[in-house]
C-alpha cells in the first residue's frame, strides 16, 4: 500500500500510533486491533511517538513476526489484517493494516478476560452491554429492526401507514407488503421494524418528548414550560405531530416584495423534518428508557437521540457534508425511503445545512450544529429570528404570528397547553377512526363529553376539523393545512 503517513496521522479514528512494540503489554496495542475488526477497520502504525515523531523500530521485522503470533494467540476470531513495512526518513515502521470484520464481535482474550472493543473518537475503549449487542446482531448480518418482536402481527393496526402510502404514492397498501416490507418476516412474525409502524406502537423506548421552555435553557426561574408533549405510536405519524409541535411553537415573519411575499420562519421546515426523520431512523432503540428529546428554546431547538456514530467516530470533528451514510436500522430507513420521506443515499445533514444557507446574510446567523459521543447524537437549529431585531436587508417585517397564527393562542397559557394537547389526541383518533363519535373521543381522553364538545367546536369554529354528512353516518375530516399538509410539503 502507498500511504502518507503524515495524512494518516490525521485520521484520529481510524489510525492507533504506538512509539514501540510491547511485548509485555499485548493488551495495549491489541485493543485497537480488536477496536477496529469491530468497525470500520485502521491502521495501527509502530515506530511513532506520542507527539507524531517517526522515530522507528530497531528490528522491524522481528516485530512484525511477534505481532503475527499475538494476533493469533489473543484474537478470537482473529481478524483479516495486512502487515506493511515502511521507511520513513531512513527509519523503519512496521503498519498493522486492519480491515472491517465480518464475524463480530472480535474479543481480546488475555489476562484472564474476554474483551471487546469500540473505537470511540481516538481512543479504543470496552464495548459496554449495548454496544455488544449490536456487534453480536452485526455478526448474525442482523439488525434490531429485522428482529421478531414479542407482540403478534394480529394484534396490531397498521391505519396510519395505510393513510399516509395512500397519500404519497397514491395506491392502496396491499396485505402481500406486509412481507415485501419487512413488517412481518417469512414465518410471519411482527418484527421490530413493524411494531415501530403500528399505530400503536408498543415499543415503549420509540417515544418523541418534546417541549417548549420559556427562556434559553431549563433553569432560568420563569416559569414551567410553555409547551409539552409526549409522542407515541406509528414512528412516521410521530414524524408528523413532532414538526406539528414545532410548528405550534414558532413565529414566523414577512415582508412583501413587488411580487410576493418573503418569508421568514423561526427554522426552515425542512431541516427541522431532516432532523427528526434522521434522529427516528439512526436512533439506537435498544437503549431501553432513552427516547428521543426535542428541547425549544428561545433562541435554538436542540433535538437529542440515543446512539452515537456507528463507527464510533465524532460528528464535531468530520466534516457533516461528506459524512457516508450508515443506516443503524435499514429497514426502519427504507420505509421512509419508500414513501419518499428521506433519500435512499443518506443527505440528511447536508439537506439540513442547505436549508440554511439562504438565512446566511442575517446579522445573527449560525450554521446547525452536530455532537455526539459514543451513546448520543445531538443537533442544535438555532431560531433565525431570535436577536434579529425587525429590520433586515432593509425590509420592515409587517407581521409576526406564533404557530398557526390562531387566535386561541393569545389566550392564557394553561387553556392553551390544554387545547393543544386534546387538539393533537382528536387528530390522532380522527386520523385512525374518521367516524369516531364524541363518546368514544371523551373515553379515550379521558374528560367528559361536554368537554369535547366544547374543544370540537373550537377546532371546527377555527376551521382545523370539519364533519362530512349527518350525525349518525358522517365522519370528521382533518382541515388543518398546517397539519394534515405535511406529507405534501415534503
Not at 429497514?331 to 419508500?338: C, E, K, V, Y
Not at 397559557?413 to 387538539?423: I, Q, S
Not at 370540537?456 to 370528521?476: A, S
Request: aromatic residues 10%; neutral net charge; proline residues 3%.
Amino acid at each position: 500500500m502507498n500511504i502518507d503517513i503524515h495524512t494518516l496521522i490525521g485520521e484520529a479514528t481510524a489510525y492507533d500510533k504506538k512509539q514501540m512494540l510491547e511485548i509485555k503489554r499485548p493488551k495495549s496495542w491489541l485493543k485497537s486491533v480488536s477496536a477496529f475488526a469491530n468497525g470500520e477497520g485502521g491502521t495501527l502504525i509502530f515506530g511513532i511517538s506520542d507527539d507524531n515523531q517517526v522515530v522507528g523500530l530497531t528490528d522491524a521485522e522481528g516485530d512484525a513476526e511477534k505481532i503475527s503470533e499475538e494476533l493469533k494467540n489473543k484474537l478470537d476470531p482473529v481478524p483479516v489484517v495486512n502487515l506493511e513495512y515502511k521507511e520513513v526518513d531512513g527509519k523503519k515502521l512496521v503498519l498493522l493494516h486492519v480491515y472491517p470484520g465480518q464475524e463480530t464481535p472480535y474479543y481480546y482474550i488475555g489476562d484472564k478476560q474476554r474483551l471487546a472493543f469500540v473505537r470511540v473518537g481516538n481512543e479504543s475503549v470496552i464495548a459496554d452491554r449495548i454496544q455488544l449487542k449490536s456487534l453480536v446482531l452485526k455478526g448474525s448480518g442482523r439488525t434490531y429492526d429485522s428482529l421478531s418482536s414479542n407482540y403478534r402481527f394480529e394484534d396490531m393496526a397498521f391505519s396510519k401507514l395505510k393513510s399516509i402510502h395512500y397519500k404519497r404514492l397514491q395506491r392502496s397498501f396491499e396485505d402481500n407488503e406486509f412481507v415485501s416490507w419487512g413488517i412481518i418476516d417469512e414465518n410471519g412474525n411482527l418484527t421490530n421494524g413493524g411494531a415501530l409502524l403500528a399505530d400503536e406502537s408498543p415499543i415503549r423506548q420509540s417515544r418523541i418528548f418534546c417541549t417548549r421552555w420559556n427562556g434559553l435553557d431549563m433553569t432560568n426561574g420563569l416559569g414551567e414550560a410553555i409547551d409539552d408533549v409526549e409522542l407515541e405510536g406509528c414512528v412516521i405519524g410521530q414524524l408528523q405531530d413532532a414538526v406539528s409541535f414545532v410548528r405550534n411553537n414558532s413565529r414566523k415573519k414577512w415582508w412583501k416584495e413587488n411580487d410576493h411575499r418573503e418569508e421568514l420562519p423561526d427554522y426552515p421546515e425542512r431541516a427541522v423534518t431532516e432532523a427528526i426523520a434522521n434522529a427516528i431512523i439512526h436512533r439506537d432503540y435498544m437503549q431501553m428508557g432513552s427516547e428521543i428529546h426535542i428541547d425549544m428554546y428561545d433562541d435554538r431547538l436542540d433535538i437529542y437521540s440515543p446512539g452515537g456514530m456507528m463507527d464510533g467516530r465524532l460528528i464535531q470533528q468530520l466534516n457533516p457534508l461528506t459524512v457516508p451514510s450508515k443506516r443503524r436500522n435499514p429497514l426502519l430507513a427504507d420505509f421512509f425511503s419508500r414513501l419518499g420521506l428521506m433519500e435512499r443515499r443518506g443527505s440528511g445533514m447536508k439537506k439540513i445545512i442547505d436549508s440554511y444557507k439562504r438565512f446566511e446574510r442575517l446579522p445573527n446567523y449560525h450554521i446547525p450544529e452536530f455532537q455526539s459521543n459514543t451513546s448520543e447524537f445531538h443537533v442544535t437549529l438555532w431560531n433565525l429570528n431570535y436577536g434579529n431585531g425587525s429590520v433586515i436587508n432593509e425590509k420592515k417585517f409587517l407581521k409576526e404570528v406564533i404557530g398557526t397564527g390562531k387566535e386561541f393562542l393569545k389566550e392564557d397559557n394553561k387553556f392553551r397547553k390544554e387545547f393543544l394537547k386534546v387538539r393533537r389526541m382528536i387528530y390522532k383518533m380522527i386520523s385512525a377512526n374518521p367516524g369516531i363519535t364524541i363518546a368514544e373521543m371523551a373515553v379515550n381522553i379521558g374528560i367528559s363529553d361536554r368537554q369535547v364538545r366544547k374543544y370540537i367546536k373550537r377546532m371546527t369554529d377555527m376551521k382545523f376539523i370539519v364533519r362530512e354528512g349527518g350525525r349518525k353516518n358522517g365522519i370528521w375530516k382533518i382541515i388543518d393545512g398546517d397539519y394534515e399538509d405535511f406529507f405534501e410539503r415534503i
